[in-house]
């Protein structure tokens, strides 16, 4: 299939033939993913290959996604890193200014970045992946696992691997919801998410598997009625990340 054909199709898998991946494929897409583009070149990101069985196993039950690492070829954890950028300053004797929000934004920023040209590597060769903001659950444990330091935190793990079957696409919000023309324009939410409603009711009611009657708006409301992990603010600072 073409790129846009690729991008369209994206699913995710969370069951593999349990297939290991070379470590040359490994280095091959983690090169494709760092030419993604990098706010002011920082490269803010570092990546854990997870090999170890044990530390894999820890992984799944500290991120509430055991069974998905027992099957994946290949298991990540992608972190937010300005340690590497701490040595490149105290090369030429400055310190640097990591803890602040908007440091925080570009590391953030950059491994998004990172981490979706991996993905559309890693489809484009007919492997499947699935992200897991799960490792944000208990990420002083789980930095713990990895040796984290300071100036380094988690921001999700990754699991890759040959697909057992490929799941429906999931419709996305309609364009007109998320493309605002000189301006946002508020008033058009009631119609569109009620539309949108009626698409996603459908779907989860007959795709192939996992059937259930749900909609968008009632989801993202039982979702964002409560803080989610208000542990991360203070888990920051921990890492060095205080916002100022």
């Known amino acids: 299939m073409n790129t846009k054909e690729l991008l369209r199709s994206h699913t995710s898998v969370r069951k593999y033939t349990g297939e290991e991946i070379s470590k040359e494929t490994v280095i091959d897409l983690i090169e494709t993913a760092q030419m993604a583009a990098s706010s002011h070149f920082v490269q803010a990101y ?27 070829g290949a298991s990540f954890l992608f972190c937010v890193d300005f340690k590497r950028l701490q040595v490149a300053g105290q090369k030429h004797g400055v310190d640097i200014s990591a803890d602040t929000a908007e440091n925080v934004l570009v590391g953030v920023a950059d491994v998004a970045l990172f981490a979706q040209n991996f993905v559309i590597a890693a489809e484009s060769m007919g492997y499947g992946i699935c992200y897991i903001g799960g490792a944000r659950t208990n990420p002083k444990e789980i930095s713990e696992l990895f040796n984290l330091p300071e100036y380094v935190f988690p921001l999700f793990a990754m699991t890759i691997g040959t697909p057992t079957k490929r799941n429906e696409t999931k419709p996305r919000l309609p ?39 749900a909609t968008w708006t009632k989801q993202m409301a039982d979702y964002l009625v409560e803080q989610n992990r208000p542990h991360m603010k203070e888990f920051l600072a921990s890492q060095g990340f205080t916002w100022k």
Request: proline content about 0%; glycine content about 4%; cysteine-free.
């Open 46 to 72: 570092s990546v854990i290959w997870v090999t170890d069985e044990e530390k894999k196993t820890k992984l799944g039950e500290l991120s509430k996604n055991e069974f998905q690492f027992k099957t994946a």
């Open 175 to 213: 364009v007109a919801a998320v493309l605002h023309e000189n301006g946002y324009d508020l008033d058009q939410y009631d119609t569109l998410l009620d539309e949108y409603d009626g698409i996603m009711e459908d779907y989860y009611s007959s795709r192939s598997s996992n059937q259930k009657t």
